[in-house]
């Protein structure tokens, strides 16, 4: 008797405990912002990823960093003081300036032939403009020197100018492992678009070990040199991957639940996302850069709010890109090593040393 009490009450707490388990299961959602809302705060937390990603179409990209040719500038009007100032002797700019301020006393001062009395006219009269500082005391004799012109102002454009430059994004991809948790990252890609951009990079400990095509031995520099440290968690690929989920994120926009699909990490919420052109400004900071519209496609693990894919598709009146990032293995990447000393070189040493 006491034993069969004892198997009902041990079937009956199994029972229970099944169904608290069972409770404890979520349904899937269908609510596209809530699902977009638990992805930003899922992929916060990525201590480390393997992914994968290609690329098509083009960008535009790129400012003109030449200097601009200087041009002269008077005091007043460039393009006045400028054709002034190529042939005039200190009475023709005075009288030029004369004509254009229309004072008396400018008049005066433009005699060829000034006295003391016209030097006392001077004074008692109106000052002249800035351009004409030296012609304002004339000497006192009764034939002064030719005086030269002012010198003009060279005028130079406080910012360079854009110069946007089409990069062909035909053939590009990439993969690798970025061990954030480690500040780590070994990363394999080509960008047959620019000259020479290709290769393999391995951020250890502070330390980027970089190896071209054709190279056999990586070059060993600081990773602090590198443009972007895919290791970087606040300004590398990991943060580019996060604005571009906050973006989709953005409550002003009306991202839409396609469906649940199957794919090969498990099943998937299917989000798409119309990104306007203000609210990707926005989040990326491009203030005053005119930027195309953005569909956003998100596949996105039910289960734990992970992005497993992202394609991006954007266009706009000068570029059409198309970018597919397919990502795995969250926090269960393989440790990341450095390269054995005898596989990089140190700068200033024939060899590296053990």
């Not at 250890?204 to 895919?230: F, H, M, W």
């Not at 590398?236 to 409550?251: E, L």
């Not at 396609?258 to 900071?285: F, M, N, R, W």
Request: one cysteine or more; proline letters at 8%; hydrophobic letters at 40%.
């Amino acid at each position: 008797m006491f034993l069969r009490k004892s198997i009902a009450t041990g079937v009956a707490g199994l029972v229970v405990a099944i169904a608290l388990v069972a409770g404890c299961s979520s349904a899937p959602l269908s609510d596209a912002h809530q699902i977009m809302n638990k992805t930003v705060e899922s992929m916060k937390t990525v201590k480390s990823v393997h992914f994968e990603l290609k690329a098509d179409g083009n960008f535009v990209f790129g400012f003109d960093t030449s200097t601009p040719e200087p041009s002269a500038s008077g005091s007043a009007d460039a393009s006045a003081s400028a054709s002034a100032s190529a042939s005039a002797t200190a009475s023709a700019s005075a009288s030029a300036t004369a004509s254009a301020s229309a004072t008396a006393s400018a008049s005066a001062t433009a005699s060829a032939s000034a006295t003391a009395s016209a030097q006392s006219s001077a004074s008692g009269s109106a000052a002249p403009s800035g351009s004409l500082a030296a012609s304002a005391s004339v000497a006192t004799t009764a034939t002064p020197a030719p005086t030269a012109s002012p010198t003009a102002t060279p005028y130079v454009s406080p910012t360079p100018t854009p110069g946007p430059a089409e990069i062909s994004l035909k053939g590009t991809m990439a993969s690798g492992d970025i061990d954030l948790a480690n500040v780590a990252a070994h990363i394999q890609g080509t960008l047959p678009g620019l000259p020479d951009f290709a290769g393999e990079v391995v951020v250890v400990n502070g330390n980027a070990y970089v190896r071209t095509p054709g190279q056999t031995k990586y070059a060993l520099e600081a990773d602090t040199s590198l443009s972007i440290n895919p290791a970087d968690a606040t300004g590398g690929p990991a943060a580019m991957v996060q604005t571009i989920i906050q973006i989709a994120a953005d409550p002003s926009l009306s991202p839409r639940l396609i469906g649940t699909e199957q794919e090969p990490g498990g099943t998937c919420y299917h989000i798409q996302v119309q990104a306007t052109p203000d609210v990707v400004s926005s989040k990326l900071g491009l203030t005053g850069t005119a930027v195309g519209s953005s569909t956003l496609d998100l596949w996105i693990f039910q289960d734990s709010f992970r992005v497993e894919r992202l394609e991006l598709h954007t266009a706009d009146p000068t570029s059409s890109a198309a970018i597919r990032l397919v990502m795995s293995s969250y926090d269960n990447i393989a440790p990341i090593y450095a390269p054995l000393p005898a596989q990089f070189e140190i700068p200033g040493l024939a060899s590296p040393t053990a």
